[in-house]
């Protein structure tokens, strides 16, 4: 899949994926040693396509599945034969194990959460761990565990549970782990991780965001030629990412476009065209689309109904303002890593739709135009370090998420321009109190909800009766789980003042506190 974006040269490890909820955990820690590699599904690693991978180790996840189920996944007999050093974690032990002549079984003592494993011989594994003996904390989540080792296997750790916890080939340096070095519970798996990538698979962490900028911009360069471009430009990290990177490669083949569709945070409009008009000289549309989004959604209160309205108007502005600026062969998209794992579903199964990100997915089978997809490969973060290589003003690469369906998706009940200009103003409160505080960057998205409730209250002596404002702040690493942010409740009081007596038509402040799960991070 991305063998023509990223230059051959670079090592790459292999993940194979038998769906795990952590395997997208591995990726991260893997690349932030500096070592390149994909997560691809078990039923799609054949010997063919590791053959084209040509990857230098091999990492197999966890799953839900048991190796003692009937047709429970494996990995392609291939894996282990190549001469290539394989990592197995949890279900990925547990395979390795079945496939090369151990066993597995069902375990009535589970494991789920933490739990110490005592080291029992030296292995390259836990270099710098600790002599034999050590114990080490780690986070387990099984209910299976390994019986019996296959030939040339030793074991290099027990727990309590599990007494296979880490075993070892060292010959043919083939690793096992039953717990999961992927997440942060285990204060030492990136360690773990790394000794596997780097003193084991001697892989020397060649990956850097320099190195992927230039070629993505080549990449950028042979897909396009001397076509045109159009990217829609809404302010938000990655689109802007997406928007310099193409400016860098192709300068004025690309048009952007930044529809304000009057449901925008306070001052958006104009610091999106300020930075790209003026700082970049990047030709961009400015579509000022209030009026037509406002009235498609009058009276709309069903959020799905909201959400579809809204994806429905960018295609048709797109579309409008592309002919305009004389047609366009690409679009240029802002996807990124997780979204491109997650459109790949594991069993091919159904998953509950639980709500119609907007996106612009739907564009270019009626626009007809090929898609650009540069940060395809990239988690969040790596988008902003990529961001800052392409030297992008902080205030827009440490800038929080923002949905495109913006304001109307934190007014619950139908959407008017009154409402969204009392959001708005109370939404710049909070978020001018929150970097006030130096809170900013610890936070990973903040934003206010304007209620479809009024309550009564006294102000000056007279009664009010007006709308109760909610403030949402959460701390994240991709947006997939995420937990509220525990403010001082000084702070909380602070803003709670302030929006009541700046904004008209708000007499009540209230925090929420509900994680995700089980909450979603927007309230529709
Ligand atoms: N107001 C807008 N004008 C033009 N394009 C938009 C607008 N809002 C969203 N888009 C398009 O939809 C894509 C998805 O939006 P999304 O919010 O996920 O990304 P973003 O805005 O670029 O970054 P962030 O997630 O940090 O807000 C954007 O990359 C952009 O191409
Ligand atoms: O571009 C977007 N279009 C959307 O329709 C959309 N809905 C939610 N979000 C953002 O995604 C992250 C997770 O949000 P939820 O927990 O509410 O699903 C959070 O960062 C949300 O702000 C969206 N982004
Ligand atoms: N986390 C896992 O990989 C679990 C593997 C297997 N389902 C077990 O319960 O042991
Ligand atoms: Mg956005």
Sequence with gaps: MTDDIIDQNHQKLLIIDFGS???QLIARRVRESGVYCEVHPYNRADAAFIDDFDPKAIIL????HSTHWDNSPRADDSVFTRGLPVLGICYGEQTMC??????VEASDDREFGRADITLIEDS???EGFGPVGHEERVWMSHGDRVSALPPGFKVIAKSGHAPFAAIADEDRRFYGVQFHPEVVHTPRGAALLRNFTHTIAGLTGDWSMKSFKDEAIAKVRAQVGDKKVICGLSGGVDSSVVAVLLHEAIGDQLTCVFVDTGLMRQGEAD???TLFREHYNIPLVHADEEK???EALDGIDDPEKKRKTIGKLFIDVFEARAKEAGGADFLAQGTLYPDVIESVSFDGGPSVTIKSHHNVGGLPERMNMQLVEPLRELFKDEVRALGRELGLPEAFVGRHPFPGPGLAIRIPGAVTKEKADILRKADAIYIDEIRKAGLYDKIWQAFSVLLPVRTVGVMGDERTYDHVLALRAVTSVDGMTADYYPFEHDFLGRVA????NECRGV???VYDVTSKPPGTIEWE
């Design 21 to 23: 909820q952590v395997t």
């Design 61 to 64: 996840s966890g799953s839900p």
């Design 507 to 509: 007499n009540r402040v």
């Design 271 to 273: 610091e999106v065209v």
């Design 497 to 500: 003042t302030r929006i009541i």
């Design 98 to 103: 079945a496939q090369l002549g151990g066993a």
């Design 124 to 126: 390259p594994l836990f």
């Design 292 to 294: 037509l989004f406002l």
